[in-house]
């Protein structure tokens, strides 16, 4: 059995999803997009070290924040473990919804010939955001107005083929490939999430987040995927300690919100378990 734990973040998943896995004897599977890269720590809410060290936990903590980790990649690495231990309880937990999705659904990943270098280079980010909308506003809202090269590839592939990302994953994307999975929602008061997101967000900052942060800026390209996580991208924006506390803090509000509302809308027979602490 596969059990596939959703929620947003905060919920309490990592926990259930250690339980479960001492229960059964089960390997744990990431799917969050950020706690792939060995660089981001205190930001990202890992599983500890020792966790980690047991044996038990995969695709966490092992790409280079250098890289270019995609969910093409991820899907194809995800699927390989999950033959690997096709004999076996496992365990899949994270909070990137489309990472799961695209792991357990038959979701295509079209190769392109390599985009040129000049494509829409001198077209704004604004601009690139709002053609996309035009051809594909699911995506366009997934991807947002500032990543750029999300932007042109999404373009670039609309170009290519003359259909839009989501339009090619449209015919996949309620086909699930594997027999036996269960998904199990953690669900949680909004009140009392917000809570517990505040106050992980003060414990990052006690434990080092700030330093990491500002250091990683200091010593890699802004630009990186891996520093567009939340927790780590407010640290351009201000210098002020408390003002990037708080965007940080309003930041994770609204993903785990966005989270839900994927979770709930892109996921069939779930079994919601109601987390009242």
């Given at each position: 059995?596969?059990?596939?734990?959703?929620?947003?973040?905060?919920?309490?998943?990592?926990?259930?999803?250690?339980?479960?896995?001492?229960?059964?004897?089960?390997?744990?599977?990431?799917?969050?997009?950020?706690?792939?890269?060995?660089?981001?720590?205190?930001?990202?809410?890992?599983?500890?070290?020792?966790?980690?060290?047991?044996g038990?936990?995969?695709?966490?903590?092992?790409?280079?924040?250098?890289e270019?980790?995609?969910?093409?990649?991820?899907?194809?690495?995800?699927?390989?473990?999950?033959?690997?231990?096709?004999n076996?309880?496992?365990?899949?937990?994270?909070?990137?919804?489309?990472?799961?999705?695209?792991?357990l659904?038959?979701?295509?990943?079209?190769?392109?010939?390599?985009?040129?270098?000049?494509?829409?280079?001198?077209?704004?980010?604004?601009?690139?955001?709002?053609?996309?909308?035009?051809?594909?506003?699911?995506?366009?809202?997934?991807?947002?107005?500032?990543?750029?090269?999300?932007?042109?590839?999404?373009?670039?592939?609309?170009?290519?083929?003359?259909?839009?990302?989501?339009?090619?994953?449209?015919?996949?994307?309620?086909?699930?490939?594997?027999?036996?999975?269960?998904?199990?929602?953690?669900?949680?008061?909004?009140?009392?999430?917000?809570?517990?997101?505040?106050?992980?967000?003060?414990?990052?900052?006690?434990?080092?987040l700030?330093?990491?942060?500002?250091?990683?800026?200091?010593?890699?390209d802004?630009?990186?995927?891996?520093?567009?996580?939340?927790?780590?991208?407010?640290?351009?924006?201000?210098?002020?300690?408390?003002?990037?506390?708080?965007?940080?803090?309003?930041?994770?509000?609204?993903?785990?919100?966005?989270?839900?509302t994927?979770?709930?809308?892109?996921?069939?027979?779930?079994?919601?378990?109601?987390?009242?602490?």
């Amino acid at each position: 059995m596969i059990y596939a734990i959703l929620g947003p973040t905060c919920s309490g998943k990592s926990d259930f999803a250690e339980k479960l896995s001492l229960k059964y004897n089960a390997p744990i599977i990431n799917f969050d997009a950020f706690q792939v890269y060995k660089e981001l720590n205190k930001g990202t809410a890992k599983p500890s070290e020792a966790e980690l060290n047991s044996g038990r936990y995969f695709l966490y903590d092992f790409v280079s924040i250098k890289e270019d980790y995609s969910v093409s990649r991820y899907q194809k690495e995800a699927r390989e473990l999950l033959e690997t231990f096709k004999n076996k309880d496992i365990i899949m937990v994270g909070g990137t919804g489309l990472y799961l999705k695209a792991c357990l659904f038959d979701y295509k990943f079209l190769e392109e010939e390599k985009m040129d270098d000049d494509f829409l280079k001198d077209v704004s980010n604004e601009e690139l955001y709002s053609r996309l909308l035009e051809i594909d506003k699911e995506d366009a809202l997934k991807i947002g107005v500032n990543n750029r090269k999300r932007l042109l590839r999404a373009l670039y592939i609309y170009k290519t083929h003359n259909k839009s990302k989501s339009e090619l994953n449209e015919n996949g994307k309620n086909t699930l490939l594997y027999q036996n999975v269960k998904f199990i929602g953690l669900d949680i008061d909004r009140v009392l999430l917000y809570e517990r997101i505040d106050k992980r967000v003060d414990l990052m900052f006690e434990n080092g987040l700030e330093e990491e942060a500002r250091n990683l800026f200091k010593n890699y390209d802004n630009s990186l995927r891996g520093l567009q996580a939340i927790g780590y991208k407010e640290f351009l924006l201000s210098n002020d300690s408390e003002e990037v506390k708080k965007m940080i803090k309003n930041n994770t509000h609204h993903y785990a919100k966005r989270q839900m509302t994927f979770f709930k809308h892109q996921f069939d027979n779930v079994e919601w378990i109601k987390m009242n602490g």
